[in-house]
């Protein structure tokens, strides 16, 4: 494994660090408004459904969260399930990986 995010502080107009801080309410607020909407919670057996929620990636190059309500073809007999990779969200550009193998 390689180290793929490199530790990064970003500083103002003048050099000096700049703290970024989004409040955990502030990103509560947003997802409550914006996830758990996908079809899937409409499924008769939903309330037994093994994933569910918002989950996010961490060190996982540009994948970032995860809406499982967007997943498809829920089978509960067969523990199966599809999800369009294409709904996942994901961080813009990518750092280069160090110490790669």
């Given at each position: 494994?390689?180290?793929?995010i ?7 107009n ?7 801080l ?10 409550e ?45 067969n ?11 994901q ?11």
């Amino acid at each position: 494994f390689g180290k793929l995010i490199p530790e990064y502080i970003p500083v103002d107009n003048s050099g000096e660090p700049l703290q970024v801080l989004v409040q955990n309410h502030a990103v509560r607020s947003h997802l409550e408004k914006v996830a758990g909407r996908g079809k899937l919670v409409n499924h008769p057996d939903y309330r037994n459904m093994p994933l569910k929620g918002v989950y996010m990636f961490y060190g996982n190059g540009p994948d970032a969260l995860i809406d499982f309500s967007l997943m498809t073809n829920w089978d509960p007999q067969n523990n199966s399930l599809d999800f369009d990779m294409a709904l996942l969200s994901q961080q813009t550009g990518l750092p280069s990986i160090e110490f790669a193998n």
